[in-house]
């Protein structure tokens, strides 16, 4: 059973910055394809940052130059610095994992940029 934890999300600052954390069992986050969406309210939801099992990224338009993705193989532990937010950033944040074609989903854990 895959099963994926987010953690990390709370209340920030304009120009803040945050770390969230997905932990993962029954998968390995270094032999797929994972990454974070996000969803605010009203809004569809939209792909953040993406990571192959290879270690390519790819991230969504506006969050470029701020965000960046890794992962801990060690830990299998993925992982998103989000750095100067913005309130436009609000939002659920969502881990995510392809197996095949196959997609696995976390909770969500909630980001909100307020002063």
């Known amino acids: 059973q895959v099963q994926l934890v987010e953690s990390g999300g709370g209340l920030v600052q304009p120009g803040g910055s945050l770390r969230l954390s997905c932990a993962a069992s029954g998968i390995i986050f270094s032999m797929n394809t994972a990454g974070w969406w996000r969803q605010a309210p009203g809004k569809q939801r939209e792909m953040v940052a993406g990571?192959?099992?290879?270690?390519?990224?790819n991230y969504g338009d506006s969050v470029k130059g701020r965000f960046t993705t890794s992962r801990d193989n060690d830990k299998n532990t993925l992982y998103l610095q989000m750095n100067s937010l913005k309130p436009e950033d609000t939002a659920v944040y969502y881990c995510?994992?392809?197996?095949?074609?196959?997609?696995?989903w976390g909770q969500g854990t909630q980001v909100t940029v307020s002063s």
């Open positions: 995510n994992v392809w197996r095949g074609s196959e997609g696995y």
């Open positions: 990571i192959t099992s290879g270690g390519r990224k």
